[in-house]
């Protein structure tokens, strides 16, 4: 059994934020990913391709994949439509994302919070007892609004597994988390959460490591560091898979994801989408790798 459970969202969160890749390209990605040990995958979003170009083809996506390797799929979903999609597609698992900021949701979803609480209720209910994790956005701070009440988003996020959510995972979408502010939202929530951190501000790998020692063990990382809001001025790529996996694997915690093969699909993304990831990890390679005489 893993020690901290990974869910891989390059392949979605990633990629959505970077021009449009061929079915093939994203296919192979993600079988990259699978090599390197991620059994948790977002591999897509079922999502209008007119709003989101870079996530059109999610079907033909989940067709190409093998489906024999043990690995969770999920898709996003933001209504009962996409969900419909996805059962259709064979995908294993969904995420449903409800903001915690009213102006957020409005830019983002063209919905309100009550609204789009609703909409994950609807989806739940659809999706009958597979996985539904509701990723609450914003639950850190919205470039709108400001800071968020942590008891506030906490109480958010009970209503949702109370609505028959499977988990819920907090996201920092802006960047604006520190590690007090991570400490005081899991002193409401309680560690048996996710995370989904961001690197706006390079606070991305300090924050995991405070929820790390107040004991969350599930988070949402990207492959090189890719992706970000387009309705978050600023907001920067998601916490890199390989950089976390560095730094687990020097505490001695296990993820199942063996980082030389997580490199491996870091370089094939950057060659993927034409440009250097993010990641620091993928830029100077691991701690222990020796200088070339």
């Known amino acids: 059994m893993s020690d901290v459970r990974i869910r891989e969202v390059g392949p979605r969160d990633g990629l959505q934020a970077e021009a449009p890749l061929a079915v093939e390209g994203r296919v192979a990605l993600i079988e990259a990913l699978v090599a390197a040990g991620c059994r948790d995958v977002e591999a897509v979003a079922f999502v209008s391709p ?3 170009p870079s996530m059109a083809g999610a079907a033909e996506v989940m067709a190409a994949l093998d489906r024999s390797a ?20 064979g995908v294993d698992a969904l995420s449903v994302t409800v903001s915690a900021s009213e102006t957020y949701s409005q830019k983002n979803v063209k919905m309100s919070v009550e609204e789009s609480v609703t909409a994950a209720g609807e989806i739940v209910r659809l999706w009958g007892d597979g996985p539904v994790d509701v990723v609450v956005s914003c639950a ?5 609004e400001g800071d968020m009440a942590p008891a506030a988003v906490a109480a958010l996020g009970r209503r949702l597994l109370d609505g028959g959510a499977t988990s819920v995972t ?7 988390a520190t590690p007090r502010r991570i400490d005081e939202l899991i002193a409401e929530s309680g560690p048996d959460i996710g995370l989904h951190l ?16 107040a004991g969350v063990r599930r988070f949402d990382t990207s492959v090189g560091g890719l992706g970000g809001s387009p ?24 993820t199942g994801i063996a980082l030389d093969r997580l490199l491996t699909a870091s370089e094939l993304v950057a ?22 005489p």
Request: charge should be negative; hydrophobic fraction near 45%.
């Open 198 to 213: 961001h690197e706006t501000r390079g606070t991305g790998l300090v924050n995991a490591y405070a929820a790390l020692e």
């Open 231 to 254: 309705f978050a001025a600023g907001a920067a790529g998601n916490l890199a898979t390989e950089d976390l996996v560095h730094l687990l694997d020097d505490l001695g915690m296990t």
């Open 70 to 89: 043990g690995v969770r799929y999920w898709a996003l979903v933001p209504n009962a439509r996409g969900a419909e999609l996805a059962a259709a597609a």
């Open 50 to 52: 007119k709003a989101v």
């Open 271 to 292: 060659d993927l989408v034409g440009h250097p990831v993010p990641s620091r990890v993928a830029a100077a390679g691991p701690r222990t790798r020796l200088a070339a």
């Open 140 to 144: 850190f701070g919205s470039p709108y």
């Open 170 to 176: 907090y996201a920092d979408t802006t960047g604006m």
